[in-house]
Every structure is written in C-alpha cells, then in structure tokens.
C-alpha cells in the first residue's frame, strides 16, 4: 500500500508570491490534515479536511487555505508568501479523521527569499 | 488548551544503551501517538496509544491514561534510532493533533 505522497518536496519562492502543494493519501483515507513545522514553533496545526469540508482550522491567518478533492487528494494554498512562511508543510492522512491514526507525508520544504 | 510537555529535550547515549522518554498532558488525550522524525524530516509512526502497553521490537510505549502521561523506551540503542522523537495528542473537541516539542536524541556509536 502506497503511503502517503507529497509534491513538491523542495520549493523556493520570493517574496509576495502564492504557492500552491499538494497532498495525496492513503488510498481509502479520507481524511487529511496539514501542518507547519518550524525550528521556532515546532509543529503546529493548519487544517483538516474530510468529504471535501473543511472540519477544523488552526490559528493561522487567511493568506493559508486549502481544499479537498472528490478523491481525497489535497492542496494548500498560501498567497502573499512572506519571510517566516518558511517551513516544512507535512500532509497527514488517516482513515475517517484525526481520532484515527494519522500517518505523514514526506513533507514539502518551502523556502521564502 | 491543552498542553504537551516532552522530557528530556535532548538526551546523549553511547550505542547499546536504553532510554525513556517521557510525554506530559496537562488534561486528559485520545489516542496518543508516538513519532521518529528522521534528518530528512520524516514523521515515522512508532505507536498509536490510547492506554496501556504496546511493545515493537525494541521499542515499548506506555501510556496511564488517568495520570496524563506516556512513556517511550528504546533498548538497546542503535545510531540509526538518532533523530527528534514526538508525541502528540487529540484533543476532545478539536480534529487536530496536539504536539510536544519533541526529544533530541543522538547515539553515539
């Protein structure tokens, strides 16, 4: 069974860019949450995806969104990109949501110049 | 909210040795799980614990549910078990896993 994938691993962006990474689960999972890890902060929820809604969301600002596919399949978005958006953006799928064990993607990688 | 408090923060073994880490919540969890991040920054699943003991290898977790705590033994270090280890928890009213700052740990060979 084919774990969970994430692309892309690496990405440098500027400045006031957008970016978008994408997620693909488990298969059969349909739930999938998003976190930031950073050196000061540590690993820190983003939100929580299930049949295409949106279920939960942590305590980051607007310029962070996300959606969910039919297929389970996620992305992030993150517009207006600034300095401290650098971090690793791990996915995580589980079967039907977070109560269940989540297993992690190899995380993107995004650094903001 | 509930908060997760990991100890030791960093821990320095020579290879062969055991080791427990150990995980505090501030309130009661549901289903504790316990990760290996490698260097490359990999969230490698070690347990999924909501109470009692589980044991893989040289790996065993414990978790006391009424007292808000759990613990992480490794046996018989190897350099390979090096890297930061995480537990994080549910919390009753939120789809979202709450995490500890992590162990550092680093075997010496």
């Known amino acids: 069974k084919a774990g969970v994938t994430q692309t892309p691993r690496y990405l440098i962006k500027t400045r006031g860019q957008q970016v978008t990474l994408s997620c693909s689960p488990i298969?059969?999972?349909?739930?999938v949450s998003w976190y930031q890890q950073t050196p000061g902060q540590g690993l820190q929820f983003l939100f929580e995806?299930?049949?295409?809604?949106?279920?939960n969301k942590g305590n980051f600002p607007g310029r962070f969104s996300g959606r969910q596919f039919s297929n389970s399949r996620s992305e992030m978005n993150v517009s207006t990109l600034e300095l401290g958006d650098s971090a690793l953006y791990l996915c995580?799928?589980?079967?039907?949501?977070?109560?269940?064990?989540?297993?992690f993607g190899p995380g993107t990688r995004l650094t903001v110049l | 909210g509930i908060q997760v408090e990991q100890s030791p923060p960093d821990l320095i073994l020579q290879e062969g040795a055991n080791s427990t880490l150990r995980c505090n919540f501030s309130?009661?969890?549901?289903?504790l799980q316990w990760f290996h991040q490698n260097p490359w920054g990999q969230l490698i699943n070690l347990f999924y614990?909501?109470?009692?003991?589980k044991q893989n290898g040289r790996l065993s977790a414990t978790t006391v549910a009424t007292e808000h705590y759990s613990l992480l033994y490794i046996s018989s270090s190897q350099t390979t078990d090096s890297g930061v280890y995480f537990c994080?928890?549910?919390?009753?009213?939120?789809?979202?896993?709450?995490w500890g700052a992590g162990t550092k740990l680093i075997i010496k060979p």
């Open positions: 995806y299930f049949s295409e809604t949106q279920r």
């Open positions: 995580a799928s589980s079967l039907m949501d977070s109560y269940n064990e989540q297993f």
């Open positions: 309130d009661s969890v549901n289903n």
């Open positions: 994080a928890g549910i919390m009753d009213s939120n789809y979202q896993l709450i």
């Open positions: 298969s059969g999972h349909r739930s």
């Open positions: 614990i909501t109470s009692g003991t």
